[in-house]
């Protein structure tokens, strides 16, 4: 595994505190590069957009080493940073890895990225702000396109709505939320040119209600998006991995399948 960080000059949280600041980076789980190209999934941990959660990394990551592809995990920026730093993270982190691609034995038109809850909001910023977020750093890898291929966001907040979770916009956009609340409440966001979309949510989750999934996918398939949504009958809010849900822990599966029937990748 290689750490690699997201700027060459990191920038401060202005908050006065130096502990705040944190430097953006991912981690690297690559399979053998000897082999032909393959897809990869680049992991944005769930949080409130305040925390990383560990369960929805690493072990994210190698899971879908074992289903056949190239992963990523990144650390991105949480509060006190605010909009639009961690979007700005995830858009850097798609250039640099498809920067160093053919290095890493990654097909550059097949990066996926998946995410949970309030990481799902990110992923779903991936699939819609790709036109709108300055990621660019001065360098080579300014030069590559960030927006990814597919998106599969899980059990993600969507919107900052009555409906949404206020928690995530909070931290997102502090004291901005009543302002530009609507505009990054993602399910107004999405058009044609959104990547295919994967879903899942369960129908017991009490922190993000399911209609964040089912009004974004409502979004995708009303814009012509290639869109595939997975309700699940049992398990709360960030369960992972699922693996004491039997029903939702085969979303893995069914999320590699969608990437290789409906988006094309390649998976060994």
């Not at 990144?74 to 250039?95: E, G, L, M, S």
């Not at 956009?173 to 058009?191: A, M």
């Amino acid at each position: 595994m290689e750490t690699i960080k997201l700027w060459n000059h990191p920038e401060s949280a202005n908050t006065g505190n130096q502990a705040d600041d944190f430097e953006p980076y991912f981690e690297t789980y690559l399979l053998d590069k000897s082999q032909p190209l393959r897809g990869a999934v680049v992991v944005c941990p769930g949080g409130g957009y305040s925390c990383r959660a560990p369960h929805e990394a690493a072990p994210i990551a190698l899971k879908f080493n074992e289903l056949g592809f190239h992963a990523f995990v990144v650390h991105y920026r949480v509060a006190p940073y605010r909009f639009p730093a961690p979007q700005r993270d995830i858009f850097r982190a798609v250039k640099l890895i498809r920067s160093r691609a053919a290095e890493w034995g990654v097909d550059a038109s097949q990066i996926a990225v998946l995410g949970f809850s309030a990481g799902g909001h990110l992923t779903a910023c991936a699939g819609t702000l790709f036109n709108e977020i300055d990621a660019n750093a001065g360098d080579e890898a300014d030069a590559y396109p960030q927006r990814p291929d597919a998106i599969i966001p899980c059990y993600p907040v969507i919107s900052f709505s009555k409906w949404g979770h206020s928690g995530s916009g909070i931290n997102l956009l502090g004291e901005r939320l009543g302002d530009l609340g609507e505009r990054y409440s993602l399910e107004t966001r999405v058009t044609p040119e959104t990547p295919p979309a994967f879903l899942w949510h369960t129908a017991t989750d009490g922190s993000v209600p399911i209609r964040n999934s089912m009004e974004f996918a409502t979004a995708c398939w009303n814009n012509g998006v290639k869109a595939e949504l997975h309700v699940f009958p049992e398990g709360p809010h960030g369960i992972g991995l699922a693996a004491d849900y039997p029903d939702a822990k085969r979303w893995p599966e069914l999320a590699a399948t969608f990437l290789k029937t409906t988006c094309g990748f390649t998976a060994r």
